[in-house]
């Protein structure tokens, strides 16, 4: 699965204003609403949703990143918003360290390959320190969208 096949690019937020991890939340979740991608009578389900999936463990990761999500029946197909944070985001992330880089994302409840698949696409570029970096300093949703390309066409962190 492809970065661009999951990522709304209506949903890019390349300057995160929230500095809170239920704020981040929000903002990304207005994101997708505001992209038509999402029912705006289901932002609060998907809040309540993830903030709930935040409390059995945070999805805040190391080097600054972090994947909050939430498997649902309202949607047929992964959909993510990527949120870039310039002051950074406490997430209880593992290393304790501030987040940066934030894809939230929503997953079919009733396809769980799907979802492995979507989280699998994400964690693989994360991963990379190159893509982290990169990602990071995006200041524009186009700039963000050039490297998910170039991620997905495996330019980036060979």
């Known amino acids: ?12 937020v390349p300057n995160l204003v929230a ?5 981040a939340i929000h ?27 935040e409390k059995k463990g945070s999805t805040g990761l190391n080097h600054g990143v972090a994947i909050p999500h939430t498997k649902t029946t309202a949607v047929k197909s992964p959909l993510a918003a990527v949120g870039i944070s310039r002051t950074g985001v406490d997430f209880n992330a593992l290393d304790k360290q501030p987040v940066y ?5 929503l ?16 964690f693989t570029q994360l991963s990379k320190d190159q ?23 495996g330019q980036v962190g060979r």
């Open 101 to 105: 880089s934030i894809f939230l994302m």
């Open 27 to 53: 903002e990304l979740l207005n994101a997708l609403v505001e992209s038509g991608r999402v029912s705006p009578d289901m932002r609060e389900t998907f809040a309540k949703s993830i903030l709930a999936r």
């Open 131 to 153: 893509f982290r970096r990169f990602l990071r300093q995006a200041t524009t949703v186009e700039a963000v969208t050039r490297l998910l390309d170039e991620a997905d066409s």
């Open 107 to 122: 997953s079919p409840e009733e396809n769980p390959t799907l979802h492995v698949d979507a989280m699998k696409a994400i």
């Open 1 to 12: 699965m492809k970065l661009r096949e999951i990522v709304v690019d209506k949903a890019i």
């Open 19 to 23: 500095t809170k991890l239920e704020d």
